[in-house]
């Protein structure tokens, strides 16, 4: 499988396996398939609750950790310098890990919720997510839902870049603006979503296009995602598409198509705006 490379020059496999709704034994399964047809990249969060069901998957797989990319999650609860500390020691304790691969701050405290110190919370935050970087104990750190202006805030105090930024991206929300404002400042995007939590998938532009090229209509998405240079994070929990999606590299789009996909109206967006949300 093809890697991205990030500003720190750690690689990390180009598509990844979701776990977000696969609470508790729900995980257990379709982790187990997906390591089985060759996923190395496994994406999590403390908020999905299943850390532990992926930590006991991952202990019993009989898989060299070093071919493991294990991403995690600092949730909204915990932000703030004491207690991301601890959330991390919680995250790795939970994941029967020595180090993971990659952490992330969820959510940003926004201007809605936190309109005095937003800033200066995510700030803290992010001063743990440096000190867990240089102990070694996270291969690479980043944030997750970030609009420009949370970025642009962050970028103030920090003395380590951020290395990721995971949005919701996929066809009908391609947030250009956003993808043009990280590539510029080295920040590879991660797609969550990229299927748009399954609605974009009965799309008529979508649906033709999988006709034409012989493929899935998650495919499509997941190759969208590919062309952009982006990383799609797909979430599956069906033995067919597990497969199916980490093949989806496995044909090009064409520019042609690839535009028609950036012009396509709004569709399938969650409505979870990152500077309004009040979770």
Partial sequence: MKNFTLSNQVEIPAIGFGTWLLEGEKVTEPLKIALAKGYTHIDTAAIYQNEKEIGHVLKTA??????????SKCWNSERGYEKALAAFDQTLADLQLDYIDLYLIHWPANETQFPENWEELNAETWRAFEEIYKSGKAKSIGVSNFNINHLEALSKSVTISPMINQIEFHPGHSQPELVEY?????????AWSPLGSGRILENE????LAKKY????????INYCLAKEILPLPRSSSEKNIEANLHSAD???SKEDIKAIDEMPA???????????EF
Avoid: A
């Avoid at 012989?214 to 998405?221: A, L």
């Avoid at 569709?267 to 949300?277: A, H, I, K, Q, Y």
């Fill in 62 to 71: 009989n898989i060299d950790r070093e071919k493991l990319f294990i991403t």
């Fill in 182 to 190: 990280c590539k510029q400042n080295n920040l590879l995007i991660e």
């Fill in 205 to 208: 532009l979508i649906i033709s």
């Fill in 214 to 221: 012989d493929v899935s209509v998650g495919q499509i998405c």
């Fill in 251 to 253: 044909f090009e789009l």
């Fill in 267 to 277: 569709d399938g967006f969650s409505g979870l705006n990152p500077s309004t949300v």
